[in-house]
């Protein structure tokens, strides 16, 4: 039983097998033993809360503040022992602000809950009882056989068993799981794949065997065992057979597959990293300063303490009763320290947390109505899934993207080509020679061109959907007319490249699996399809072996110019080596393409060769490899293709525009190396005359250290030079074992780092390494698929792209955008307002409370420590509450020190905010310095007004405790509500509103408060006091003297500061202020000046349009402005 407990809470899991068994349509043997596992349900869980653990986990969340658990505490300690103020004044706000934090938080959970509430409801359909039964995602079992139609979406992780193609193969797309657009093909096994039908699926008695499920997206190893009257057929499964959760179907009508992997087994869910709070640096810098000032407030207390009884002994000021003579000392000392506490504990601003959660809420709008965060053509607009994140927008210091889909659009063109060491440039379906002007008509190819386009058009693993084949009219048709087929294929290149040699005019129109026919000029040519040697990572190339029409046998071969051109034996090599460098150096993704005609007894020779390779049980891939070597050699060099992989609009500008700003990118991608670097090449990423490293290829922990090392000595060599980084996910896991900080040595080192072949869970480490830098740098994930989501939730701020692969990232993003372009105006605009806001939110709320409670501490010397309160109980709890918490909301949520047009053009404004520089411990100090000062002032301001003459008040009665506490109170509240108006650049009719309509609130509640006798108060000591208090001139002047005094050195020391050492902030402010256009500044003034000044405006404007003005007036502008732009 103990046990069973530990178990269901999670510290005893229970014993796991090794593999798993499944049923497949869960029918179970009838006779013989067997153990029932149990497995997962289809759910997918991206919320943090429940309707049953929402109130004490977010209460356990809360209290995890350190304000928070103090006022806790302070408020058991009001409960338990005698106080100088009632527990409501701390337990009220404490109440408030734990009950608006968690209705904020459970509204974004909710949220969460209906996106995957959309994601579980998806309508499926399984095989139960016979027949086929729709039921929601979220309902699929373990076993059964789920119906998959074209272009849907897997709901889970199944085991191909059958599909409309007679051979068992489907074609699936995977670019939501590892960022490649390429089509996959999947194999069903070969005794199941001719059951097609409902009916005969039913029938199906198999047993799958598999591991565990894994993280590692490509292994998959397992067995199936398929009962037969005959006998028991036993047929492996590998990654061929396993359609992932979150791949879609293409160029297959229907499949058939067995559920393996459910819900959070699902290999994509695993590779989430479990959600955990994030939290801000702001954030973590609050903590720091309440914990100084809960030190400062412990310190007040204990100099209280001591100072009452050093006093008490020696001037007793009250004779002590029988139980205070008998309690004890301790007890009495730890009472008083504590009731010290109590007094002073407004010190801490318990209402800081629950207006920066507003901020946080009602500012996180402002993302979603930005027009310019709004995608046009896709009617997209900003998305802001958690608010708590804001601030972190403006301290971005690593910026780290996927690639597929984030920086690009996912479409390929073909540009251009170098057939037998001549360009040619690709025009409106025309190959054009590079020279050559006008427009060619009646184009004929030599040998050469047509052997290169056919060889385009055969080596590939392109495909044609069956849709358009079977309603296709004629091969000419084809050929003829773009938008009548549609082409799927393994890379996005070969559909550009065999889309190019359509419209040029060798189409490829067909093909069965074993002839290939192609229509060239509007003659049908038919191709025997021998043999086809896979691309793999390591070869970088592909080849096929056909028989053509006239019988003779040739070897087309394609792959990267590295892998090519070495094997080339003729062929026009040295013109097309150079011409393969200026074609990247256009940013365009090269291959090579290159052909060898065999003999029959070549053929044959091969074949067998094959055959024994791809039977070989011992190292089967090595040797498959071993052969490809032997054979792909001696080749004819035929051409080079040029193709763009097209980037989203404006991603070069960005990347530039992120790199001024001090923002260092990184690329991850599970893309290939060289598709990877010519997108960083055409982005701006990597610059041509950048020196690019590369860390690939590293087969053991040695050797990757000595490529380290010997990487590490170039860049000291080569220290002027700018360097980029190339490194794949195999050698970057063999340097983070061993040689980690070596690794990020030299990437910090680098000006650009790419990373590529990376498994999603390589992604989130990336990340977690940048964020355990010893500088902690604030990092930021981008990406479109469900690929990207680890590498989201590791970072401090993950933004999702709202592209073409799936919304898993947008999903479990803390924001959402629709396109790269957008990242600018969200980090160097919204990112900057939100930092200066809070930043100034938390120094001020620090500033008020220091100047709110150091008179209470200062009266207790006045007072012989006996804990007599300065305030009311009404004030000491509105305050915080009422007073002074708008205008300082309002100021967080407008305030805007710089025009937003500025900001967005100059990046390095970014920079002046960056390492939390406005929460620094120098600012922090100020701030706190600041609040005692004018606290001494206010507390012996009023002392002085005081002097002798106790009855200065307009009825001329005695002026006393509370008429001295509300005359502190009421010139420490203006002059904490007039800094604020100093401190504030951009004012709108709401800061008006709430700073003058916060004083009048303040003047009519104490009016009204102090004229009423209140049922429900037990004692009224200040009725009538503020009335009379104010019914004084000297107290009116006095007010204004103690306020002017505390606010006049702070305005001088602004003045000079901004005119001799301004900041860039405040320079682009005097810039603007010097370039705006006056028209709605005559607005504003009086109307004879107005009609002045139009008149001038008239008069100047034709003159102003002329070219000898615009020289004139750029002339003067760069004159006036040179210093300024030179800081730009």
Not at 182 to 200: C, D, G
Not at 727 to 756: N, P, Q, W, Y
Not at 895 to 921: F, G, M
Not at 1105 to 1113: V, Y
């Amino acid at each position: 039983m103990i046990r069973w407990i530990r178990e269901q809470l999670g510290f005893d899991p229970p014993h796991q097998s090794p593999t798993r068994t499944i049923y497949v349509s869960n029918q179970f043997p009838e006779h013989s033993p067997f153990v029932r596992q149990k497995f997962p349900d289809n759910r997918i869980i991206s919320s943090k809360y429940t309707l049953w653990n929402f109130i004490p986990k977010n209460l356990f969340e809360q209290f995890r503040r350190i304000a928070n658990f103090y006022f806790l505490v302070i408020f058991l300690v009001q409960l338990m022992i005698d106080t100088p103020t009632s527990p409501f004044t701390s337990g009220l706000p404490l109440f408030f602000v734990i009950t608006v934090t968690a209705i904020k938080q459970g509204y974004e959970d909710l949220l969460r809950h209906k996106a995957d509430n959309e994601v579980n409801n998806t309508p499926v359909y399984v095989i139960r009882s016979g027949g086929l039964v729709q039921t929601r995602s979220q309902n699929i079992r373990v076993g059964d056989i789920v119906k998959i139609e074209k272009d849907q979406t897997f709901p889970t992780d199944l085991v191909l068993l059958s599909t409309d193609h007679a051979n068992g193969t489907c074609y699936v797309t995977t670019a939501s799981l590892d960022g490649e657009t390429n089509l996959k093909t999947h194999r069903a096994v070969p005794e199941i794949a001719k059951l097609q039908s409902v009916s005969q699926l039913d029938t199906l008695r198999a047993v799958i065997t598999c591991h565990q499920p894994e993280p590692d997206l490509y292994r998959f190893v397992g067995q199936i065992a398929i009962n037969s009257p005959e006998e028991e057929i036993v047929r492996p499964l590998g990654p061929e057979n396993l359609l992932l959760k979150g791949a879609s179907l293409k160029n297959t009508n229907q499949v058939f597959g067995v559920a393996v992997y459910t819900g959070m087994d699902a290999k994509i869910a695993l590779n989430y990293k479990s959600k955990s709070q994030k939290r801000s640096s702001v954030e973590k810098s609050m903590n720091t300063f309440l914990i100084v000032f809960l030190e400062i407030l412990v310190i007040e207390a204990v100099i209280s303490t001591i100072l009452k009884y050093s006093w008490l002994r020696e001037y007793p000021y009250n004779e002590r009763t029988a139980q205070e003579k008998n309690s004890s000392r301790i007890l009495t000392g730890i009472s008083d320290f504590l009731a010290f506490m109590v007094l002073y504990n407004y010190i801490i601003p318990i209402s800081l947390y629950v207006t920066v959660e507003m901020q946080k809420f009602l500012g996180s709008f402002f993302i979603v109505w930005d027009r310019d965060l709004y995608h046009e053509a896709s009617s997209q607009r900003a998305q802001v899934n958690t608010s708590d994140l804001n601030e972190e927008l403006g301290q971005v210091e690593y910026l780290l993207t996927d690639k597929t889909g984030t920086l690009t659009e996912n479409e390929m063109k073909f540009r251009e080509c170098s057939i037998n060491g001549i360009k040619y440039k690709y025009t409106k379906g025309t190959l054009i020679p590079d020279g050559a002007t006008g427009e060619i008509n009646g184009q004929t190819f030599t040998n050469e061109e047509v052997m290169f386009l056919k060889a385009i058009s055969l080596c590939h693993t392109v495909h044609i959907s069956d849709l358009e084949e079977t309603n296709r009219p004629t091969l000419r048709h084809v050929a003829a007319d773009v938008s009548k087929v549609q082409y799927y294929a393994a890379s996005p290149d070969e559909i550009a490249l065999v889309e190019a040699a359509r419209r040029i005019g060798v189409a490829f129109t067909e093909s069965d699996g074993n002839n290939i026919i192609l229509n060239i000029f509007g003659k049908t040519e038919r191709y025997k399809l021998l043999d086809v040697l896979e691309f793999d990572a390591d070869r970088r190339r592909m080849s096929v072996i056909v028989e053509m029409p006239e019988e003779k046998m040739i070897m087309f071969t394609k792959g990267a110019e590295s892998s090519i051109i070495p094997l080339a034996r003729s062929g026009a090599v040295t013109e097309m080596s150079a011409h393969v460098d200026e074609l990247a150096m256009k940013g365009l993704r090269t291959l090579c393409i290159a052909c060898k005609y065999l003999s029959i007894e070549e053929y044959e020779e091969i074949k067998s060769q094959l055959v024994e390779a791809r039977t070989s049980l011992h190292q089967r891939e090595q040797v498959v490899a071993d052969v490809f070597n032997i054979i792909e050699k001696d080749l004819h060099l035929l051409g080079i293709s040029g193709i763009e992989d097209k980037l989203q609009e404006k991603v070069p500008e960005t990347i530039e525009a992120l790199k001024l700003a001090g923002i260092k990118v990184w690329v991850l991608t599970g893309d290939k190396q060289e598709t990877a670097i010519s997108v960083c090449l055409s982005s701006g990423h990597f610059h041509k005359s950048m020196n690019i490293l590369e860390l690939t290829n590293q087969k053991s922990e040695g050797e990757c250290a000595l490529q380290l090392h010997s990487l590490s000595v170039r860049i000291k060599r080569d220290h002027v030079a700018q360097h980029g980084l190339v490194v794949d996910g195999t050698s970057l896991t063999h340097a983070l074992r061993k040689h980690e900080g070596l690794f990020m040595e030299i990437s910090k080192s680098c000006t650009a780092v790419l990373c590529c072949r990376m498994a999603p869970l390589q992604k989130a480490k990336v990340v977690r390494l940048l964020k355990l830098l010893p500088n902690k740098p604030i990092t930021l994930a981008i990406g479109d698929g469900a690929n990207d989501v680890s590498m989201i939730l590791e970072a401090n701020i993950g933004i999702g792209i709202m592209g073409k692969e799936g919304r898993q990232a947008v999903r479990n993003s803390d924001y959402a955008i629709a396109r790269f372009c957008f990242i600018t105006k969200l980090l160097f605009v919204h990112g900057h307002f939100y930092y200066v806001r809070i930043a100034h939110l938390v120094q001020y709320f620090f500033y008020k409370n220091v100047c709110f409670i150091t008179p209470q501490f200062i009266y207790q010397f006045f007072c012989m420590f006996s804990q007599q309160t300065l305030y009311d109980g009404a004030f000491l709890t509105l305050y915080n509450i009422c007073f002074t918490s708008l205008p300082i909301l309002m100021y967080s949520l407008f305030e805007q020190d710089v025009h937003p047009r500025t900001l967005h053009s100059k990046p390095a404004l970014y920079k002046e905010i960056s390492k939390n520089e406005i929460l620094s411990l120098k600012r922090f100090l100020y701030w706190t310095l600041l609040g005692f000062c004018h606290a001494f002032i206010f507390f012996f301001g009023a002392y002085l007004l005081r002097g002798e003459n106790t009855s200065m008040m307009g009825n001329g009665q005695m002026f006393g405790n509370w008429t001295f506490g509300f005359l502190v109170f009421t010139v420490m509240f203006i002059t904490v509500t007039l800094k604020l108006g100093i401190e504030t650049y951009y004012w709108t009719w709401v800061n008006h509103f709430v700073m003058w309509g916060s004083v009048i609130f303040y003047f009519a509640f104490a009016l009204v408060y102090g004229a009423t006798l209140w049922p429900f108060l037990q004692l009224q000591s200040i009725y009538a006091v503020f009335s009379h208090l104010l019914s004084s001139a000297q107290v009116w002047l006095g007010i204004i003297v103690i306020v002017v005094g505390c606010l006049f050195p702070d305005i001088l020391r602004k003045v000079f500061w901004r005119h001799s050492r301004p900041t860039l902030a405040q320079r682009s402010q005097i810039y603007i202020n010097k370039i705006a256009l006056g028209d709605d500044r005559i607005a504003l003034q009086p109307l004879a000046r107005a009609r002045n000044q139009l008149s001038k405006i008239s008069y100047w404007r034709p003159a102003m349009a002329s070219p000898a003005w615009n020289r004139f007036a750029v002339a003067q502008a760069e004159k006036q402005d040179v210093h300024l732009l030179e800081e730009y």
